[in-house]
């Protein structure tokens, strides 16, 4: 009986320290439960090493760099196209003919005008025609004979004075006579030197000199309405039909070395500054995708424009074409590399905070947020360079998938 008793009483306290236990186990739960519940789920990244690259990415177009417009210098008929679109051309050859029997005609005229002139010119630099010059040249061998025969005389005479043969009048009437002879020669000379004015002389000329524009003008225009390639390249413009009538101006051909190009990049105002020469150019095309071609900036803007609705400023550079699939002006798409870094360590661009100047990311230790000030470098659109403050491969909050807003010691749970 006693036993019994003694068993009984051992049950029941063992009964009281069951329960105890398990209310406590029970308790530890859901404690473990609701702090679990209370975790803020989060995305999350590693900071690990990789190559960065800070980009400016715009639009451009391409251009020619040696480029060929012909135009219609008149209003013609286009008789003849010796090419197509898309033909390799050589230096001289060739292109387009236009009607040019107007321009032909002038350019008869115009030379004969030129060569007219010409003789005027010859005329007075010879002072005068052929005969006119013949008969001065004449002129002039009579008075040099009429001058040399006084001097003669007079010199004989002289003699005879001094022996007494002769008087002082004959003497006196023979230097006189040399005077006369000597005044005619003079004028006949001068006539000869001086035939034309000044004005005459500047008349002349102003006629030749316009004669001559007549004719430059003329061949001019004949030389345009036959066109000829002026170098090696592509006939990549032919707005022109065989038999069609164009206007004075009208674009007829356009010939380009496609070889290499020019790109001209239009940089939205904020982003100029980072332009500097030589940075590299990476330049895509719809019309291919997939193809890459490659350039460097040869310089940076000088001045801001306007470009459609935007400030740009606008760099060039020239792209190796040798496959003559960049179309001069076509659109493109435009990557200018203002730096790349390699093998640095980076975290996606949403873990970087800023506060008070300062910059930050959350470190993500035992499920729970540390605050981390770093020091970054360059960045892009995804990316930011970690310079220091931060270890490799740890492990960084990005955005909350609540409302919560993350901060220092903000327990978390990390959601992948």
């Known amino acids: 009986m006693a036993l019994a008793n003694l068993q009984s009483g051992l049950w029941s306290r063992n009964r009281w320290l069951l329960w105890t236990l398990a209310i406590i186990v029970a308790v530890v739960l859901l404690a473990s439960f609701m702090s679990r519940g209370d975790a803020v789920p989060i995305r999350a990244a590693v900071a690990q090493h990789t190559t960065i690259r800070s980009v400016v990415s715009t639009n451009g177009k ?45 350019a008869a005229r115009a030379i004969a005008q030129v060569r007219a002139a010409q003789a005027e010119v010859s005329a007075v630099e010879s002072g005068g025609n052929r005969e006119e010059v013949l008969t001065v040249e004449s002129q002039l061998a009579k008075a040099r004979t009429a001058r040399d025969t006084a001097q003669r005389n007079l010199e004989a005479l002289r003699r005879l004075q001094s022996n007494g043969s002769a008087s002082s009048g004959e003497v006196k009437a023979a230097e006189d006579q040399l005077q006369r002879a000597t005044a005619d020669l003079t004028l006949l000379e001068q006539k000869k030197k001086d035939r034309y004015s000044q004005p005459e002389i500047a008349r002349v000329e102003a006629q030749k000199s316009e004669a ?42 356009q010939e380009a070395d496609l070889s290499k190009v020019r790109l001209r990049a239009f940089v939205d105002e904020p982003d100029v500054g980072r332009l500097a020469p030589g940075a590299a150019i990476e330049v895509t095309w719809d019309a291919l995708p997939g193809r890459m071609w490659q350039g460097t900036v040869s310089f940076t803007p000088a ?8 400030n740009v400023g606008e760099t ?3 792209v190796d074409n040798h496959d003559y699939r960049l179309l001069p002006n076509v659109n493109v798409g435009v990557t200018i590399i203002t730096a790349e870094h390699r093998d640095v ?19 993500i230790l035992n ?8 020091q970054t470098s360059i960045s892009n659109l995804t990316q930011v360079e970690v310079t220091g403050g ?17 901060r220092n010691g903000l327990a978390v749970r990390v959601v992948h």
């Open 345 to 363: 360590l980076t975290v996606p661009r949403e873990a970087v905070h800023q506060e008070d100047s300062k910059t930050y990311v959350y470190q």
């Open 367 to 374: 499920d729970e947020l540390h605050r981390r000030d770093v």
């Open 303 to 310: 001045v801001i424009k306007l470009h459609g609705t935007r």
């Open 212 to 253: 001559q524009a007549a004719y430059d003008a003329a061949a001019d225009t004949l030389s345009q309405l036959n066109v000829h390639a002026p170098f090696d390249g592509i006939v990549y413009s032919l707005p022109v039909q065989q038999g069609a009538y164009v206007n004075p101006g009208d674009l007829v051909l």
């Open 316 to 318: 060039t550079c020239v």
């Open 62 to 106: 391409i251009e020619p760099i040696n480029n060929f417009e012909a135009h219609a210098p008149v209003g013609t008929i286009v008789t003849k196209l010796l090419v197509k679109e898309g033909d390799h051309v050589k230096k001289g050859q060739l292109l387009v003919q236009m009607n040019d029997a107007d321009a032909r005609s002038a």
């Open 390 to 406: 931060l270890p490799e491969n740890a492990q960084v909050a990005l955005s909350p998938m609540n409302s919560k807003p993350l």
